[in-house]
C-alpha cells in the first residue's frame, strides 16, 4: 500500500513551544530555586542500570549542575496544570503515547566556573534502559527560565544536531536560537538523547519535567 508523501504516521520529533511561559512566571520559577533546597545534580539510581547499588561508581562526570525540586502544592499548582496540559495535548497530537502522570518539577541550575567552561550534563536520555521499573519517563520537557543574552554556552542539543552541525548548520543554528528563547519549552520523547553544553558565563535556569506511563511494550 502506498502512502502518500505528505502523510505523516508518526513522528519522535521535539516540539518547541515560544513563549510558554511569561517573563514574570519565569522570575517566579527562578525564585522558587533560589529560596528552595538545593542539591548537586545526579543521576537517578536506576539510570544506572545498576539495581541495588545507587553508590555505584560511574566511569565519568556525566553532569555538574545544581537542582532544586519543587513539590506540587496550593502555590506551585500552576505550573503543574499548564505542563500537564501541554504535554497531553501534544501527546493527543503528536506521540500517541501511553503516559498517566507528571513526575515532580526539577529545577536546574548551571553556572560558569572561574569564567572557565561551567557546568554541564553530558549526553545521557531520560528513560531507564532496564525493565525492572513500574513507570517510565515518556515524555520530556524542559523550560527556558534565563534570557539568552545572560549567558554563554548552555545549548540544549537533541538526538540528530550533531549531524545537523555539518549536513545542515543554518537549521541546527535556527534549532538552537529557538530553543533559547526566554520562556520557550522544548518536548521530547525521554528516549531522545540530549545534553546541555557548559555553560561558559553567566547563570541559566530551566525548569525540567517528565510525563510518565506503563513501562514500554
Known amino acids: 500500500m502506498m502512502v502518500p508523501e505528505e502523510h505523516e504516521l508518526f513522528s519522535i520529533n521535539p516540539v518547541v513551544v515560544v513563549q510558554f511561559l511569561t517573563p ?24 544506572r542500570g545498576i539495581k541495588g547499588q545507587p553508590d555505584a561508581p560511574l566511569p565519568e562526570v556525566i553532569r555538574n549542575n545544581t537542582v532544586c525540586w519543587l513539590d506540587q502544592s496550593e502555590d506551585s499548582s500552576w505550573i503543574y496544570d499548564k505542563i500537564s496540559n501541554l504535554i497531553t495535548e501534544l501527546n493527543e497530537q503528536k ?3 501511553d503516559i498517566d502522570s507528571l513526575q515532580k518539577i526539577q529545577l536546574t541550575e ?4 572561574n569564567h572557565e567552561a561551567g557546568q554541564f550534563y ?4 531520560d528513560s531507564c534502559i532496564a525493565g525492572w521499573v513500574d513507570s517510565q519517563r515518556k515524555l520530556s520537557m524542559t523550560i527556558q527560565l534565563t534570557p539568552s543574552d545572560k549567558y554563554e554556552g548552555g545549548d540544549l542539543l537533541l538526538f540528530g544536531d550533531k549531524n545537523d552541525m555539518v549536513l545542515d548548520r543554518p537549521n541546527f543554528l535556527k534549532n538552537i536560537q529557538q530553543r533559547r528563547e526566554f520562556g520557550a519549552a522544548i518536548i521530547f520523547p525521554s528516549f531522545l538523547e540530549h545534553e546541555v553544553t557548559p555553560v561558559t558565563k553567566g547563570t541559566r535556569h530551566s525548569l ?8 514500554w511494550r
Open 122 to 125: 553530558k549526553s545521557h536520555i
Open 95 to 97: 506521540y500517541h503515547f
Open 110 to 113: 548551571y553556572t560558569a566556573v
Open 208 to 215: 525540567v519535567a517528565w510525563m510518565q506511563g506503563p513501562n
Open 24 to 47: 514574570q512566571e519565569c522570575e517566579r520559577l527562578v525564585a522558587y530555586f533560589q529560596f528552595g533546597e538545593k542539591e548537586s545534580g545526579k543521576l537517578r539510581d536506576n539510570a
